[in-house]
């Protein structure tokens, strides 16, 4: 992403204008404090997209997109808040991808055939590990996005109920009555989702 270096640039740190060195410097500061930013965080924020249910082919999209949000106010991020900003821009723009996906008709999804052709140790553990991804898959799928994310946050990322208070922007209380409604429905979910499964594979 070399636009995105290049894109960033640190403020001048006196008054009037500053000197092409100092302006040189800032911009080389800057866009050492945006790469630190993606080389530390890239993983999370692809992970957490995935989680949220972008695809796999849209993952590295969705991900570029929230790194240039993050270029783009690089000076309004705190200190020690730059992984909850990240989330909190990954959370909208995994929320906008999930639901301009759900508008379009359905298609065939090329990430099950990745998984197949991912090598596994046995076909026998390649089989249940592809279960219990689809079967985590749909069930996330199914949630209301405003569940998915605070379940995923929790179970998933290991955030506490402050933090994702804070990512989301709503109360600490919110997020509790949300947590406890997500692990709810992700368990009838499940169950009904095993149910069918197991009538299915019955001769």
Do not use: N
């Amino acid at each position: 992403m070399p636009g995105v270096w290049r894109a960033a640039s640190a403020p001048s740190l006196t008054g009037g204008a500053a000197a092409p060195e100092a302006r040189a410097e800032g911009c080389r500061a800057g866009a050492l404090d945006l790469r630190a930013l993606f080389q530390r965080h890239h993983a999370s924020i692809w992970r957490l997209l995935r989680r949220l249910g972008v695809t796999h082919a849209q993952l590295d999209d969705a991900a570029q997109e929230v790194f240039w949000v993050a270029a783009r106010k690089l000076e309004q991020i705190e200190p020690g808040k730059q992984h909850a900003f990240l989330y909190g821009v990954a959370l909208r723009v995994a929320a906008s991808e999930v639901r301009r996906r759900r508008s379009l008709p359905p298609s065939a999804d090329s990430a099950e055939l990745e998984q197949l052709a991912t090598a596994e140790p046995t076909p026998e553990e390649q089989l249940e590990q592809r279960r219990a991804r689809e079967l985590l898959d749909a069930v996330l799928d199914a949630l209301p996005l405003e569940l998915r994310s605070v379940l995923v946050l929790f179970e998933l990322e290991g955030l506490d109920v402050r933090s994702i208070a804070e990512i989301e922007g709503i109360p600490i209380g919110t997020v509790g009555s949300r947590l406890r409604r997500a692990r709810e429905e992700f368990s009838a979910i499940a169950r009904r989702l095993r149910a069918r499964s197991g009538a299915q594979r019955k001769p």
